[in-house]
């Protein structure tokens, strides 16, 4: 079975610092990985998919890779602002089932 | 535009009854998830409808949990009889086509108190 381990679980840095988040998921036969954003008591947000056959996509400040062969995303989030702070979690798909990380809970300081 | 609308946003009931939550996707969209995110075992597929049809319900729990999408703007997830571990944020997520090359769209979920 899919398993999907996020490191670290908790984040905090003061405002302007780049970070990077990482995911690792155990089988390489995935279709995408998504990474998420949820603020308390809300739903996810998605803010990037990368496609199995890619090796990154950018938005903005935020820039994630994927290593399908050795199991392995990276978020990357460039000059961090305190409206950064909330939950990431990644999530892989394949056969139909997605398979989530348990987050990386992120606080960015003024 | 709308994002995906959850009904109700909270529910507290009594262990036994029948609880049915409800969720309208994005309109246009096609696919629909429904999970559950629990502290201890983060957050989990329930099932997964594409075009009105369940495409994986490998992730319901239990013959108690039933899910229908009679229309393309309407789901519903029901527990029957609830218990007190069934108490989690239950979520529905929708997309335009299908989960391989879409990102989901999230509704903010109904909090299920089951006592």
């Known amino acids: 079975k899919q398993e999907v381990t996020q490191i670290p679980a908790a984040l905090s840095v003061p405002e302007g610092e780049n970070l990077v988040l990482n995911c690792s998921f155990t089988d390489s036969a995935i279709y995408n990985l998504q990474w998420f954003r949820q603020d308390p008591g809300k739903g996810l947000t998605s803010l990037l998919l990368i496609q199995s056959s890619q090796r990154e996509q950018t938005s903005g400040r935020l820039n994630a890779s994927l290593d399908k062969s050795s199991g392995r995303s990276t978020l990357y989030i460039a000059a961090s602002q305190p409206g950064d702070s909330a939950t990431y979690l990644c999530?892989?798909?394949?056969?139909?089932?997605?398979?989530f990380g348990s987050g990386t809970k992120l606080n960015v300081k003024p | 535009d709308a994002g995906v609308i959850q009904s109700p946003r909270h529910e507290v009931t009594e262990m036994g009854q029948e609880v049915t939550l409800r969720c309208k996707p994005i309109?246009?969209?096609?696919?629909l998830f429904w999970y559950r995110q629990t502290m201890m075992r983060g957050l989990e597929l329930l099932i997964y409808?594409?075009?009105?049809?369940?495409?994986?319900d490998s992730g319901m729990p239990e013959d108690r949990f039933s899910a229908k999408m009679p229309n393309a703007s309407f789901s519903t997830l029901k527990i029957q009889p609830s218990e007190p571990r069934d108490s989690a944020v239950y979520f529905c997520a929708s997309s335009f086509g299908g989960a391989e090359n879409q990102p989901q769209h999230f509704g903010d979920g109904t909090r299920l108190s089951i006592l």
């Open positions: 999530a892989v798909y394949n056969f139909n089932k997605f398979y």
């Open positions: 309109s246009g969209h096609n696919s």
């Open positions: 409808f594409n075009n009105n049809v369940p495409i994986d």
